[in-house]
């Protein structure tokens, strides 16, 4: 199964990547982690990246692709992958779309994880971390108890105000890629609302459908 994983920050997607990897049984590529991989390995990509990034540059998108591209060529990958992460942007999945043609990669689907704003704010700002233990509560979904209440903090990301900047930033860039993927045939629409484990049947019944 070759699938890229769509979705707005808060959405669940990294709940939903965890069990569609097992149900699988195929590697969860980051670009993140594999970006970061890349420059530590002083691979041919990552050196070109490191260089933009020392500048405070975004990196090119032929880059970006050329790392994804390494990435997808693995032993690990022959039977399947889950991309995370990229493309970002319609130029990007424009790009993605060549490379994987001359590679001879075919996508089976694009699962979009849709969340309305309005709860995503709602998860990420009652969001609570206890710096001691490292634990993560939800002031509305998974309290803190009471021994630890008045330690746990919120962190500077997920307040409203920055939660929104990122939301916004989704809206007016990488969910261009879902009519992208969707007049390719490929889009996979679920329900993000509800328990990890509703939202991950609905996953796995859109993929298996």
């Known amino acids: 199964m070759r699938l890229i994983l769509i979705g707005p920050p808060g959405a669940g997607k990294g709940t939903q990547a965890a069990r569609i990897v097992e149900r699988y049984a195929v590697p969860h590529i980051s ?17 070109a990246a490191q260089s933009y990034i020392e500048k405070g540059d975004l990196v090119p998108d032929d880059i970006i692709t050329g790392m994804v591209m390494e990435r997808l060529a693995a032993d690990d990958c022959q039977n399947g992958f889950l991309l995370d992460g ?15 043609a001359i590679a001879g990669i075919t996508l089976d689907a694009a699962v979009l994880v849709e969340v309305p704003d309005d709860l995503i704010v709602d998860r990420i ?30 962190r500077a990301d997920d307040t409203e105000e920055t939660c929104r900047a990122r939301l916004a930033k989704y809206h ?12 390719a045939g490929l889009l996979r629409r679920v329900d993000g609302i509800g328990s990890p484990a509703e939202v991950g049947d609905r996953v796995l019944a859109a993929l298996e459908a």
Do not use: K
């Open 172 to 183: 007016s860039e990488t969910a261009a890629v879902i009519p992208h993927y969707e007049a």
């Open 31 to 47: 670009t993140g982690d594999m970006l970061r991989a890349a420059i530590a390995s002083e691979s041919e990509f990552g050196v």
């Open 125 to 154: 700002t009652g969001r609570r971390l206890d710096p001691e233990t490292g634990d993560i509560y939800h002031m509305t979904f998974n309290p803190p108890p009471a021994e630890v209440a008045d330690r746990v903090i919120q």
């Open 86 to 100: 990229f493309p970002r942007t319609a130029a990007q999945a424009s790009s993605l779309d060549d490379a994987m």
